[in-house]
């Protein structure tokens, strides 16, 4: 039986996630809550239910957007998404039920974020990759395995005196990733998605900020899960690339993971061919191909919402150039379509 999540069964269903070794943090039921709120998109949460327990999830969500198009996925505004089930019957079953959503809603696509391909006759992007790597339990030993130049870095940001701190808040991280975005040509996200963030993940959404001599240097957004950590929102001011900012800060990422006990550092998501994906295999690295995998309804090709689309560069590039107070508040009106 195939029923959408209501508030009483979310104890249940991060239950199912917590345990199901194919989950991922971005499966959580929390991020409903995270993105109702904030953006205020439609979520569908299905979920397959035997016997009294649930045998599998499905989290979409409804990205309707005069500019970017009318599609559903799982999961917007995370890397990762799709069906999770602890049966061939529950997977079907709710893969059937996610196919009848999007010709309901009439969308352009559907849009599955798996990590492997699960649906061979749709199209899919090669555009993206993960990148995940096991932890050693000495702290030294993860120092050593870092290539030698990128290991350099890092020693350099320690020499030149930076310290790590965590926030309770989310003022530090949103002015450093608001600064590093602008800089980027893309819009930024508003403040009130961290903090939403951080209230509905609690000790498992924990905010590591750098400093120099007092002064905001870098700053990241890490999720904990299971035994897992990911940096996934972060940015730095324009001291990082002198003083090794980031360098420094992925290192204290991994330091301090490595002493509460974490064995997994996920790097998160990068694009081809771009200067992320080229820092993080300087980290040594090996990227894992994700597979984004499509079910077309009304569009006839995959949609193309991303930086590398050549018709997006004079926007890019004119956005770079907007003053950081007007990007800040330009920003959140464009970003909550583009999950």
């Known amino acids: 039986m195939i029923k959408s999540l209501e508030a009483a069964d979310y104890g249940l269903w991060d239950e199912f996630v917590n345990h199901c070794p194919e989950s991922t943090f971005f499966h959580l039921s929390g991020w409903k809550t995270v993105i109702e709120r904030v953006f205020g998109h439609r979520c569908y949460y299905f979920f397959a239910e035997q016997d009294g327990k649930i045998t599998g999830i499905y989290p979409l969500v409804h990205v309707n957007s005069l500019l970017f198009g009318n599609n559903l996925v799982s999961t917007a505004f995370c890397v990762y998404g799709g069906i999770v089930a602890s049966n061939a019957q529950s997977y079907a079953e709710l893969d059937a039920e996610g196919r009848r959503l999007a010709e309901k809603l009439a969308v352009d696509s559907l849009e599955i974020r798996n990590r492997e391909r699960k649906n061979p006759d749709w199209p899919y992007k090669d555009l993206y990759v993960t990148f995940r790597k096991d932890l050693d339990t000495d702290v030294e030993k993860n120092m050593l395995a870092i290539p030698r130049k990128q290991r350099a870095m890092v020693r350099k940001g320690i020499e030149a005196g930076l310290t790590s701190h965590i926030d309770a808040g989310v ?47 870098a700053s ?27 360098d420094f800060m992925y290192w204290e990422v991994m330091r301090r993971a490595v002493e509460k006990g974490v064995k997994v550092f996920d790097y998160g998501r990068s694009k081809l061919g771009t200067g992320s994906y080229s820092f993080k295999k300087n980290w040594g690295f090996s990227p894992q191909p994700l597979y984004y995998e499509f079910h077309l309804v009304k569009a006839k090709t995959m949609p193309d919402l991303n930086p590398l689309n050549p018709k997006y560069q004079l926007f890019i590039a004119a956005w770079k150039r907007l003053p950081l107070p007007i990007s800040q508040f330009i920003g959140p009106f464009l970003s909550k379509d583009l999950g």
């Open 171 to 217: 003022g530090r991280l949103h002015q450093a990733y608001a600064e590093s975005v602008r800089n980027l040509g893309t819009p930024v996200f508003p403040k009130k998605y961290f903090q939403t963030l951080k209230e509905v993940f609690g000790e498992h959404c924990e905010v590591l900020s750098i400093e120099h001599e007092g002064r905001l240097i």
């Open 220 to 246: 990241v957004m890490n999720f904990y899960f299971r035994d897992e950590v990911s940096p996934y929102y972060g940015g730095g001011t324009d001291l990082a690339r002198d003083l090794k900012g980031n």
